[in-house]
């Protein structure tokens, strides 16, 4: 069967920033009714659990999604790693040449331990950080998500919204485990 999750990721949120920006998100979540305003218990995968109006978050609402033992909803803060999984394509945002994940894992790794991550492009030369290539399917590198567990596709108007409220560029990054 499997576990599902879709994080947004805020590509831009310092580390300074993604406390207060997450607190900022999170409460208007909890307001909206997307999500529940208390933690659930770790037994039931934590998070903050579906709202009674998590459905305007989602593309088409599925009933069974708050009997679900893991349908939290994560703040994640901190340099992580957003991945989805697997990777099919990175490309270069200025030349689309296509990069192999062994020329940019390296960088993952740097940026991962603390590093900047950089790399130049076989193309065109450009140094670029990782959250500039185009990665199929997409990745982040950041401070912030907002990970939702076993949830339907999250809608593209809140994916939107998310965005519009942090004020940065986000991506989605998502898989099954």
Known sequence: ?????????????????????????????????????????????????????????????????????????????GRTVFYSMGVDAIACPWCATAVAWEQLSGAVDEWYAGAAGTRGCGGCGRAMGLNDWRWQPPWGFGYLGFEFWNWPPLAQGFLSEVGRRLGHRTVLAAGKL
């Open 1 to 77: 069967m499997g576990e599902y999750f879709q994080t947004i990721v805020d590509l831009q949120a310092t580390e300074d920033e993604a406390g207060e920006l997450g607190a900022a998100v999170l409460a208007w979540l909890v307001d909206g009714g997307i999500v529940e305003a208390t933690c659930q218990d770790e037994s039931r995968g934590g998070g903050h659990a579906p709202g009674p109006r998590y459905a305007t978050a989602v593309v088409e609402p599925d009933e069974g999604l708050h009997r679900l033992s893991n349908n939290g909803m994560h703040l994640v803060t």
